[in-house]
């Protein structure tokens, strides 16, 4: 089964910093990835996604995210976060044909204005 | 993406008692639906995969008789928590997915609080 990891549990910034998450996941085959948000008191809301084709992905709200196959990750990044970027993010992960997802623990972002 | 409703969005029932929530496709067809759990600070664990017009699939350690899931309808899964206790308090969430890479919509969230 595959599982997702996501190391960093509690990043602070100041707005105007450039953001990088971590995550990385074990599977062997051939996998989707997903980030979602889950801004304070709101529902899940997928962030951007990758499928298949360029490596690099952008989202919503300015954030990307890169696939490097060989090192098993997907990071999210952002150049410049603002306040409301406060929230908490998730990685996932599905195989292909496989519609469940596994998700990473979270990390929880503060951007102190 | 898909739209996904849940009603209701906070309960509190008392101990021993039962609880229905529902999750709503609200424009999409979704023969497959999702149930998880969210404890507070933590991530999400999915429950079941709720498959309409079957019996639902239920993860391991999930007790299938208490958390029983009914998926009528394209548009309508019910997850119903009998007896419940306070250890079943928690926030849960459904799901529907869609796409070539079968990306998952979430609705808003149940609060159920077990008194």
């Known amino acids: 089964a595959q599982s997702v990891s996501q190391h960093n549990h509690h990043v602070i910034l100041s707005e105007a910093a450039s953001l990088e998450l971590g995550c990385n996941y074990s599977y062997g085959g051939t996998v989707n990835l997903f980030w979602y948000v889950q801004y304070p008191g709101q529902h899940l809301q997928l962030l951007l996604k990758?499928?298949?084709?360029?490596?690099l992905v952008k989202g919503i709200k300015g954030f990307e995210a890169e696939f490097i196959k060989s090192k098993f990750s997907f990071n999210l990044r952002k150049p410049s976060v603002q306040w409301s970027d406060t929230a908490e993010y998730f990685c996932?992960?599905?195989?292909?044909?496989?519609?469940?997802?596994?998700f990473g623990t979270g990390t929880r972002l503060t951007i102190i204005p | 993406g898909a739209v996904v409703s849940q009603h209701p969005s906070r309960v509190i029932c008392k101990s021993g008692t039962s609880v229905k929530i529902e999750c709503r496709s609200l424009d999409f067809q979704a023969t497959t639906m999702f149930w998880y759990r969210q404890f507070p600070k933590q991530s999400l664990m999915l429950m079941a995969t709720?498959?309409?017009?079957?019996?639902?699939?239920?993860e391991q350690g999930v007790e299938k008789d208490k958390f029983l899931i009914n998926h009528a309808s394209l548009t309508l899964s019910t997850l119903t928590v009998t007896s419940a206790h306070p250890e079943d308090s928690s926030f849960y969430i459904c799901s529907v997915s869609t796409g070539p890479a079968y990306e998952q919509y979430f609705g808003p969230g149940t609060r159920l609080t077990v008194t």
């Open positions: 990758y499928f298949s084709g360029d490596p």
């Open positions: 996932a992960v599905n195989t292909r044909g496989n519609e469940k997802l596994t």
């Open positions: 709720s498959n309409e017009g079957s019996k639902a699939t239920y």
